[in-house]
């Protein structure tokens, strides 16, 4: 079942982002999100924080198949759509590349700050 999260970074640009290999966390600061339970956007820094995964896979979009997160990696410039589909958060993001890459977070924690 898809579960909504509380906030969407639509057309926002990231001027920041972090993957931390060793602990399976990543922080993406940007300069302002959309709050999807109020309906109005924040016009405020904040950071996306998505640690803690079991298991992470990554793919270019127009690929089939995943692999491991680190193949298709890069730094990521814009979050495209957001998922939660059970306990998988599902990503589609812009790299600063201009790769188009999806990626698959197993019981990922997810923070906003």
């Not at 990521?76 to 939660?84: A, G, Y």
Request: proline share 2%; aromatic share 12%.
């Amino acid at each position: 079942m898809e579960k909504k999260l509380e906030y969407s970074f639509d057309d926002e640009v990231a001027n920041k982002f972090c993957y931390n290999m060793d602990n399976n966390k990543i922080e993406i600061h940007f300069g302002g999100y959309y709050d999807t339970l109020n309906s109005r956007y924040i016009d405020k820094p904040c950071i996306w924080i998505i640690e803690n995964w079991t298991d992470a896979k990554s793919k270019l979009s127009s690929e089939v198949a995943y692999t491991d997160l680190e193949n298709y990696l890069g730094i990521i410039s814009m979050v495209l759509s957001s998922e939660i589909n059970n306990t998988t958060l599902e990503l589609t993001v812009n790299t600063t590349d201009n790769r188009y890459i999806d990626l698959l977070f197993d019981n990922p924690q997810l923070k906003l700050k």
